[in-house]
């Protein structure tokens, strides 16, 4: 017969094995890494993904006129630029690409959206849908990738949740999911609003995110698309990213523009089996394009040798 002691220590080495066996999915967040790196999880990334060493650019970082900034290795998460990167302020349309995935969660990707008067009760940039007309959530999240129209952002948040404040709360759920922890958002279009906000890091959280999604990544690298309306007219729509004319290896993302804002635009770029995203926020109309072209090709044309 076992004493109680030795009874008691077995028990105990039994339940240490039990925990040792069980794994926990780390959360999404912006971590350290064990050489102090800083690194940005994102909750989309797959399970399956290589493991692989960090490649950082030798020179250093160009001089940009955007006021915060943030460049992310894709694949490791790796930070390899910021500039006030933590600081709040209104992202603009930027933040469609949340609405885009928040949509295309909803599922019924082909679900048929019956446009009402209401969807139209926003300022340009406007595809002037009328009531009545009929569209799939794909064909609507295509034109809200490209073309950034307003009046589809209310109408995909008008069917998917029933109304814009019950969206913006899905929007906000999936931010939280995802680890954006210095964002709030209030609609599915980015116009500027009391209380709504983001962070350069935030949305490259949420940028590293909408990439992991096909669809998302074959909408945002269209360059120019031809919308039909029911009534068989057609509009020609140009993507308002002109860093994909640019530089031929940027892949997306999505632009933005108010007052509040700036010129704001997240960019992606894929060359020699690397892709960054590049953040920046509170730029202008002579410097935004240059900015983000700027910090793309430095981070993915000179790269130095790969580091542990």
Known sequence: MLRLDRFLALTCLAWMAL?????????????????????????????????????????????????????????????????????????????KILTAMCVIDAGDIDRRVTITASDGNVVPTKLWLSPGEVYTRRELTRVLMV?????????????VAGNQAAFASMMNRKAASLGMRNSHFKNPHGLTEAGQYSTARDMAIAARAAYRYSLIREFMGTHRFTFRFNDGRTRSLRNTNRVLRSLDYCNGMKTGTTIASGRCL???????????????????????????????????????????
């Open 19 to 95: 925990l040792a066996s069980c794994t926990v999915a780390p959360p999404t967040r912006v971590q350290t890494s064990h050489q102090g790196t800083p690194r940005l999880e994102a909750a989309q990334t797959p399970a399956t993904a290589p493991v692989r060493a960090d490649v950082v650019p030798r020179d250093p970082p160009p001089r940009i006129a955007g006021e915060s900034a943030i460049v992310v290795d894709i694949e490791s998460g790796r930070v390899l630029y910021a500039k006030n990167a933590d600081q709040r302020r209104a992202v603009a349309s930027t933040q």
């Open 147 to 159: 073309n950034s129209a307003n009046d589809v952002a209310r109408a995909l948040a008008r069917d």
């Open 266 to 308: 997240i960019s992606t770029g894929e060359l020699d089996g690397r892709s960054v995203i590049v953040v920046v926020l509170k730029s202008d109309s002579a410097n935004i394009w240059n900015d983000s072209e700027k910090l793309l090709r430095w981070a993915l044309e000179r790269p130095a040798d790969e580091t542990g």
